[in-house]
């Protein structure tokens, strides 16, 4: 079975601050790593994901994230914040040859003017 | 074109009432699937469809929980007698063939059981 951890449940930012979000996963076989982002009242959107390749990925919105294989973790990160990423986000992963996410608890970014 | 949606938003039930969500996804997604996201909490998976076979419910918590998508494309998820505990929003979610597991999510039915 895989799981995954979000250890910050909250994060404060300054505006134009940069911010990373921590995400560590536990699988005994490969998996899919994502990242979503959920605004108030708004269903889930794919910020990022990995499949395979370049362990550097690129998002929407100016998000990135990094696969670290041997740390097991998928931290996101962007350099500069803005109000508008107010919102909760959630890292998740599917174990290859499965179909189902298994997601963190979340991290609510919280922008301060 | 239009997202996944979900209908009703909002649900209040009494405490053992029937209850039915339901879910259009995007047209010709193949695959579906329905998440519980309890308050404070991310989703956890209840099942997958792959057309209208029923591949996965190993995450259903009670036999009081079926979901059926009979012609391939809408699906309902019914909770039969609700309890307290089934207080969530449903997310519903759909992908297609070849998008690598990328799942498309509606904005979720919020269910308060009283």
């Known amino acids: 079975a895989q799981s995954v951890t979000q250890l910050d449940s909250q994060v404060p930012v300054f505006e134009e601050a940069p911010v990373e979000l921590r995400c560590n996963y536990s699988?005994?076989?490969?998996?899919?790593l994502f990242w979503y982002v959920q605004y108030p009242n708004q269903g889930l959107q794919l910020l990022l994901k990995?499949?395979?390749?370049?362990?550097l990925v690129k998002g929407i919105n100016g998000f990135e994230a990094e696969f670290n294989k041997s740390q097991t973790s998928f931290h996101l990160r962007k350099p500069s914040v803005h109000i508008s990423d107010t919102a909760e986000y959630f890292c998740?992963?599917?174990?290859?040859?499965?179909?189902?996410?298994?997601f963190g608890t979340g991290t609510r970014l919280t922008i301060i003017p | 074109g239009a997202g996944v949606s979900q209908s009703p938003r909002y649900k209040v039930a009494k405490r053992g009432q029937d209850v039915a969500l339901r879910c259009d996804p995007i047209?010709?997604?193949?695959?579906l699937f329905w998440y519980q996201q309890a308050l404070g909490q991310g989703p956890e998976f209840l099942t997958y469809?792959?057309?209208?076979?029923?591949?996965?419910k190993s995450g259903l918590p009670s036999d009081r929980f079926f979901a059926e998508r009979p012609e391939g494309s809408v699906s309902t998820l019914k909770i039969q007698r609700t309890q307290q505990e089934d207080s969530a929003v449903y997310l519903c979610?759909?992908?297609?063939?070849?998008?690598?597991?990328?799942?498309?999510f509606g904005p979720g039915t919020r269910l308060t059981v009283l």
């Open positions: 469809f792959q057309n209208e076979a029923q591949l996965d």
């Open positions: 699988s005994s076989v490969s998996v899919y």
């Open positions: 047209s010709g997604h193949v695959s």
């Open positions: 979610a759909s992908s297609p063939e070849d998008r690598d597991n990328e799942q498309f």
């Open positions: 998740a992963v599917i174990r290859n040859g499965n179909e189902k996410l298994t």
């Open positions: 990995y499949l395979s390749g370049s362990t």
